[in-house]
């Protein structure tokens, strides 16, 4: 895990790619490098160790020839197998990294060769004779680049920040609209006009000028035969021993749901080792409500593990939270950013690698609104009719999202479902060519989570809330053979309430853990939000602070939310605290 950075053009100095370094210093405490393979080109990094710790796995890392090197950011995770192809085709290794593997295959196979990688990566591989440079990220984003392109420079960091230093770069206040609705920014953009994100699965070949020519890598093949339980057992066992693996110590992102707790039992299952676990643990009024350290606890007595509990009340809440506001890279309207952050920043002390069950809610339709989409399309024309009347029923909130949001377009439909509130029809365009149409209904809007959701919320917090303290996360359920199956099944039955995970708890005496009502993974701000206290205060002063100085860049639905925030608590707490995050965020960074 790194942070890898590029400056080719007008722009590019030594002075400029030091700033994104040290801008990127946590990602990669271990050891850090500038280098310029040729006048004009200029790149950094940051590196963390986790594989062949030490320096003969420094970056760059360098061709025995001198031809080529490589930064690196990631992991790979069929490294071995790969270095057994290019052993048999005399190369000879003298590091037990992935990073001297990934370079020597990338010598071999060029671009092609990142059709066979499997893992999670952002890569800059430079090949001095034909002065060329490979950028590359993974299929799923999991490790992310920015750029920004003039016309006579081009810069390419692993965090946001770096870019926006270097230059004036203006905020987006268009894609607040956006953030109010989806919690983040559209894909491909970032709060900065200029500044892109590199879209997940996307490499590009740059010759002597900087100008980018797309290629995407092609989606894994699934394994031979039908798509089974038989077969998704062995996939994830043999991806939790591949992503479990490092030459540092693991530990477990410990929910007690059923995602962790399946990578955690299966481990052990194989293992018999003992690794560190971290949940959060909320004060006691409300752990009747939000109960994962109690099941983690529960988990614990029967599958050993190092437990650790991480408390958070309000003041745990404020005592951190300058700390992580300036730790957050881009604003994500989801406040699990500041709970992964804490596990962080307690596990950096014994770990510098966390597994996580992220992932596969997306990929196997774990959240409500799966659920709810499969409701809407069983009776699609029934919904269609009776929604409207139905919807002024006082069933609560619940009920009143799942009336409201549907539309007689399924896509628009999921759409609705997945925001904050119902989008205006002017954003609808920006999403709906992310949808699939090639896919059946239910599995496209999975895809549509694929896409979206997960590269722009869950893994984006992953990245920088764990890497803001040198903390290398991973998610196995993202692993390419997975990926694979997935594709391959067709039956909405199997992806819809995560059969096959539940099935593999039932399997593994865990059944209680498979009837666990889900319940998601933040703060409990519907109730720090109720009432006056010193979170509400400080939320509500906040938010009508952040009308006065920056409301005229807003709709009038975001300016009602932040002048009269208090009418708004017990329905609205989530776009509350969305907006309280970049509220802070911006006055922060003064923009």
């Given at each position: 895990?790194?942070?890898?950075?590029?400056?080719?053009?007008?722009?590019?100095?030594?002075?400029?790619?030091?700033?994104?370094?040290?801008?990127?210093?946590?990602?990669?405490?271990?050891?850090?490098?500038i280098?310029?393979?040729?006048?004009?080109?200029?790149?950094?990094?940051?590196?963390?160790?986790?594989?062949?710790?030490?320096v003969?796995?420094?970056?760059?890392?360098?061709?025995?020839d001198?031809?080529?090197?490589?930064?690196?950011?990631?992991?790979?995770?069929?490294?071995?197998?790969?270095?057994?192809?290019?052993?048999?085709?005399?190369?000879?290794?003298?590091?037990?990294?992935?990073?001297?593997?990934?370079?020597?295959?990338?010598?071999?196979?060029?671009?092609?060769?990142?059709?066979?990688?499997?893992?999670?990566?952002?890569?800059?591989?430079?090949?001095?004779?034909?002065?060329?440079?490979?950028?590359?990220?993974?299929r799923?984003?999991e490790?992310?680049?920015?750029?920004?392109?003039?016309?006579?420079?081009?810069?390419?960091?692993?965090?946001?920040?770096?870019?926006?230093?270097?230059?004036d770069?203006t905020?987006?206040?268009?894609?607040?609209?956006?953030?109010?609705?989806?919690?983040?920014?559209?894909?491909g953009?970032?709060?900065?006009?200029?500044?892109?994100?590199w879209?997940?699965?996307r490499?590009?070949?740059?010759?002597s000028?900087?100008?980018?020519?797309?290629?995407?890598?092609?989606?894994?093949?699934?394994?031979?035969?039908?798509?089974?339980?038989?077969?998704?057992?062995?996939?994830?066992?043999?991806?939790?021993?591949r992503?479990?693996?490092a030459?540092?110590?693991?530990?477990?992102?410990?929910s007690?749901?059923?995602?962790?707790?399946?990578?955690?039992?299966?481990?052990?299952?194989?293992?018999?080792?003992?690794?560190?676990?971290?949940?959060?643990?909320?004060?006691?009024?409300?752990?009747?409500?939000?109960?994962?350290?109690?099941?983690?606890?529960r988990?614990?007595?029967?599958v050993?593990?190092?437990?650790?509990?991480?408390?958070?009340?309000q003041?745990?809440?404020?005592?951190?939270?300058?700390?992580?506001?300036?730790?957050?890279?881009?604003?994500?309207?989801?406040?699990?950013?500041?709970?992964?952050?804490?596990?962080g920043?307690?596990?950096?002390?014994?770990?510098?690698?966390?597994?996580?069950?992220?992932?596969?809610?997306?990929?196997?339709?774990?959240?409500?609104?799966?659920?709810?989409?499969?409701?809407?399309?069983?009776?699609?024309?029934?919904?269609?009719?009776?929604?409207?009347l139905?919807?002024?029923?006082?069933?609560?909130?619940?009920?009143?999202?799942?009336?409201?949001?549907?539309?007689?377009?399924?896509?628009?439909?999921?759409?609705?479902?997945?925001?904050l509130?119902?989008?205006?029809?002017?954003?609808?365009?920006?999403y709906?060519?992310?949808?699939?149409?090639?896919?059946?209904?239910?599995?496209?809007?999975?895809?549509?989570?694929?896409?979206?959701?997960l590269?722009?919320?869950?893994?984006?917090?992953?990245?920088?809330?764990?890497m803001?303290?040198?903390?290398?996360?991973?998610?196995?359920?993202?692993?390419?053979?997975?990926?694979?199956?997935?594709?391959?099944?067709?039956?909405p039955?199997?992806?819809?309430?995560?059969?096959?995970?539940?099935?593999?708890?039932?399997?593994?005496?865990?059944?209680?853990?498979?009837?666990?009502?889900?319940?998601?993974?933040?703060?409990?701000?519907?109730?720090?939000?109720?009432?006056?206290?010193t979170?509400?205060?400080?939320?509500?002063?906040s938010?009508?602070?952040?009308?006065?100085?920056?409301?005229?860049?807003?709709?009038?639905?975001?300016?009602?939310?932040?002048?009269?925030?208090?009418?708004q608590?017990?329905?609205?707490f989530?776009?509350?605290?969305?907006?309280?995050?970049?509220?802070?965020?911006?006055k922060?960074?003064?923009?």
């Open positions: 895990m790194c942070g890898i950075h590029l400056i080719w053009g007008k722009g590019a100095n030594r002075a400029a790619v030091q700033r994104l370094v040290d801008a990127s210093h946590h990602r990669g405490p271990d050891q850090s490098a280098y310029s393979p040729w006048t004009g080109l200029w790149i950094g990094v940051n590196r963390l160790e986790v594989l062949h710790p030490g003969d796995a420094s970056q760059p890392f360098w061709a025995p001198g031809k080529s090197l490589l930064i690196f950011n990631g992991e790979i995770y069929n490294f071995e197998r790969l270095r057994s192809l290019l052993r048999k085709m005399g190369v000879e290794f003298s590091t037990g990294s992935d990073t001297e593997v990934l370079l020597h295959y990338l010598r071999h196979f060029g671009q092609e060769g990142l059709k066979k990688l499997e893992g999670m990566f952002a890569l800059i591989y430079i090949d001095l004779i034909a002065k060329s440079v490979l950028v590359a990220m993974d799923n984003g490790k992310p680049l920015y750029y920004a392109q003039s016309q006579d420079t081009l810069m390419i960091s692993s965090e946001l920040r770096g870019i926006a230093g270097l230059h770069f905020p987006d206040w268009e894609q607040v609209k956006h953030y109010f609705y989806f919690r983040t920014v559209l894909p953009k970032s709060l900065f006009r200029g500044i892109r994100a879209k997940p699965g490499h590009s070949l740059i010759f000028h900087h100008t980018f020519r797309w290629d995407t890598l092609p989606l894994p093949k699934g394994p031979e035969g039908m798509p089974s339980q038989a077969v998704f057992r062995d996939l994830l066992e043999d991806a939790v021993l992503q479990f693996r030459d540092v110590p693991v530990g477990m992102l410990l007690g749901g059923a995602d962790s707790s399946l990578l955690y039992s299966l481990w052990y299952q194989k293992t018999g080792t003992q690794l560190p676990a971290y949940t959060i643990q909320l004060e006691p009024k409300y752990r009747a409500k939000y109960a994962d350290a109690d099941a983690a606890i988990l614990t007595k029967q050993p593990a190092d437990h650790r509990l991480v408390y958070v009340d003041g745990v809440f404020f005592d951190n939270w300058e700390d992580y506001l300036r730790s957050v890279d881009l604003p994500i309207g989801d406040s699990a950013g500041f709970l992964t952050w804490m596990i920043k307690t596990a950096k002390a014994e770990t510098r690698v966390l597994i996580s069950g992220a992932g596969a809610d997306e990929l196997w339709g774990g959240y409500q609104r799966h659920a709810a989409f499969g409701r809407y399309m069983e009776q699609q024309a029934f919904w269609g009719k009776w929604a409207g139905l919807g002024r029923f006082p069933f609560g909130r619940a009920w009143k999202k799942y009336m409201g949001g549907i539309a007689p377009d399924p896509n628009q439909t999921f759409l609705n479902f997945s925001a509130q119902n989008p205006p029809a002017d954003m609808r365009a920006d709906s060519r992310i949808f699939n149409p090639k896919l059946p209904e239910y599995k496209r809007m999975l895809d549509f989570d694929r896409q979206v959701y590269v722009q919320d869950v893994l984006k917090i992953h990245d920088n809330a764990l803001a303290h040198g903390v290398e996360g991973r998610s196995p359920y993202l692993d390419a053979s997975l990926l694979g199956l997935w594709h391959r099944v067709e039956d039955a199997l992806l819809s309430g995560k059969p096959w995970i539940k099935n593999m708890l039932r399997e593994n005496g865990l059944a209680w853990v498979a009837d666990r009502r889900k319940f998601g993974f933040g703060l409990p701000l519907k109730e720090w939000l109720a009432g006056k206290n979170f509400s205060t400080r939320v509500f002063d938010l009508r602070s952040f009308d006065q100085s920056h409301g005229d860049h807003f709709s009038q639905l975001i300016r009602q939310t932040l002048k009269k925030p208090e009418q608590a017990k329905t609205n989530l776009a509350l605290y969305n907006l309280f995050l970049l509220a802070e965020w911006v922060l960074h003064r923009l």
